[in-house]
């Protein structure tokens, strides 16, 4: 009996040292920590590596309900438009295994690309020198202009009939800034001092001659109010209107603020440059135009 239970107290023992050696294993391989702090590698020549080396996934924020641009197929839950094909185009020649797209709103995008959970934006991001100033931007793929989209029954045919209107205008965006530039240019807000930037704009207690805005988090919403009749008209740029545009809405006369589309990513991102040199070369040898007339935009 004694000789019985001082085999069992050995196999034991092993069992429990065999155990042990399979977790220390385990743990070494499921993480990529010690392999960089035992190189000690600069953290931006790393980042440099991981934009230029092949494999991994290049996350992408894009728009979902702008046809042409980015639209979520409710179906097929499949990416469609020109900025889809050219986050995947982007990502093919930088040697990246595959490309993860997330849905953003004018509101969101910049915070996800600033946490890092996005590389980079295609969302008809307009470029301008204050957003300049916190991200860099590729060489614009796309110009478009700013305009409102109105119910005809209404009788709104130019921006003289947005006097005393309430307009729906997406949160985080410029355009509301756009229309009230434009139409003081018009004379149509009497003596209203326009601020400088649209970063000095406020645009939740602007009332002037009656004309105010409501900001919404994304475009259906403001599409679904003006069916409703709780604001009267829709503006931002005019490829983004065209998707809900029907028999029974048109667009006002007017178009102003020509807005230019870049690729944006975090300033100073490795991968700036690399998106910059592709977009240049693809407006060069007509990718780009092709795209464009593919789905429609030109």
């Known amino acids: ?139 614009p793929y796309y110009t478009d202009a700013v305009t409102v989209l109105v119910e005809k029954s209404d009788g709104i045919t130019d921006l003289s009939g947005l006097v005393g209107k309430k307009v729906g205008v997406s949160t985080g965006s410029t355009s509301a800034y756009a229309l009230v530039k434009a139409m003081t240019e018009k004379g149509l807000l009497g003596d209203y001092a326009l601020p400088e930037t649209s970063a000095d704009f406020d645009i939740s207690s602007f009332n002037v001659e009656g004309t105010t805005f409501e900001q919404f988090g994304d475009y259906p919403a403001i599409s679904n109010a003006m069916t409703a009749g709780t604001v009267d008209a829709f503006c931002v740029d005019k490829s983004i209107l065209a998707t809900y545009k029907s028999d029974d809405r048109d667009y006002i006369t007017d178009t102003f603020s020509p807005q230019e589309y870049g690729v944006a990513t975090k300033k100073d991102s490795p991968l700036s440059s690399k998106i910059d040199d592709l977009v240049k070369g693809w407006l060069e040898d007509g990718t780009i135009s092709s795209l464009i007339s593919e789905f429609g935009l030109d």
């Open 1 to 139: 009996m004694k000789l019985r239970n001082l085999f069992a107290a050995f196999a034991a023992g092993a069992m429990i040292l065999s155990f042990a050696g399979c977790s220390g294993s385990t743990s070494s391989t499921g993480s990529s920590e010690p392999s960089s702090a035992a190189g000690n590698t600069d953290s931006s020549s790393a980042a440099e590596d991981s934009t230029s080396a092949a494999g991994g996934i290049l996350k992408v924020g894009v728009k979902d309900a702008v046809i042409g641009f980015g639209y979520k197929d409710p179906l097929t839950g499949e990416y469609e438009g020109m900025e889809i094909e050219l986050a995947k185009k982007i990502a093919e020649s930088l040697g990246y295994d595959d490309v993860e797209f997330t849905t953003v709103t004018a509101a969101t995008r910049t915070e996800l690309l600033d946490s890092g959970d996005l590389d980079c934006v295609l969302a008809t991001f307009t470029i301008t020198e204050e957003r300049k100033k916190s991200w860099d931007f590729s060489t």
